[in-house]
C-alpha cells in the first residue's frame, strides 16, 4: 500500500487515505490515525469577562450531591491503563477493595492500550473470580502525539497480517512507510 506523498501535511491523506490503507492491511477497526497539522491552531479569542454580580439573577445554591458508590473521580492517568474497581471479592484478591487500583495482571495483554480488553474481558475475568458482579473497570487511554508537527501516527490495536520495521501493536508510531 503506497503511501500519499502527502500524508504529512493533509489531514485527509493521513486519516483517510492512509487510514483506510491500514485498515484494509490489517482489518478494518484495528487502527487508530491522528493527524498533527503543520501549523498548530489558531489561538482561542479572548474570553469574554462575566457580568457584575449585580446583573445575575438571584439564585438558592443548589444542595450537595448525594453520595455515590464507586466515587465519581476515576483515574486520569497514567495514559494507557487499566484500572479495577472491586467493592467485593469472594476470594482473596492482592487489591484493597473499595479504591480504584491499576489491575497489572498481563492478561490480556492489550488490556493497557485497548478499551475493549480492559472494560470487558478483564471484567469478565474478575467477575468470574470474585463471583459478585461487583467489580467496575476504568481505562485510561494512551494520548495520542502533539508532536512533531506535519506528521501522520498510527496506532495499531491489532493486525490481521504480519507487521514489522518500526510498527508495534499498541503504541504510537510516526507512520513513515
Not at 9 to 20: F, I
Not at 138 to 158: A, Q, R, W
Amino acid at each position: 500500500y503506497p503511501d500519499p506523498p502527502n500524508m504529512h501535511s493533509d489531514q485527509t491523506a493521513c486519516v483517510e487515505t492512509r487510514g483506510g490503507a491500514w485498515d484494509a492491511y490489517c482489518g478494518s477497526g484495528n487502527v487508530i490515525m491522528h493527524f498533527v497539522p503543520l501549523l498548530p491552531p489558531s489561538p482561542l479569542p479572548p474570553a469574554v469577562p462575566p457580568p457584575p454580580p449585580s446583573l445575575l439573577p438571584s439564585v438558592p445554591p443548589a444542595s450537595p450531591p448525594a453520595p455515590t458508590s464507586p466515587p465519581l473521580t476515576r483515574p486520569t492517568s497514567p495514559p494507557g491503563s487499566c484500572f479495577v474497581y472491586i467493592q467485593s471479592c469472594e476470594k482473596p484478591i492482592g487489591y484493597q477493595l473499595g479504591v480504584w487500583v491499576r489491575d497489572t495482571y498481563p492478561d490480556p495483554p492489550n488490556m493497557h492500550s485497548d478499551q475493549s480488553a480492559c472494560v470487558e474481558t478483564r471484567k469478565s475475568a474478575w467477575d468470574a473470580y470474585c463471583g459478585s458482579g461487583n467489580v467496575i473497570m476504568h481505562f485510561v487511554p494512551l494520548l495520542p502525539p502533539i508532536s512533531p508537527p506535519g506528521s501522520c501516527f498510527v496506532y495499531i490495536k491489532s493486525c490481521q497480517q504480519a507487521i514489522g520495521g518500526q510498527y508495534q501493536l499498541g503504541m504510537w508510531l510516526r507512520d513513515t512507510y
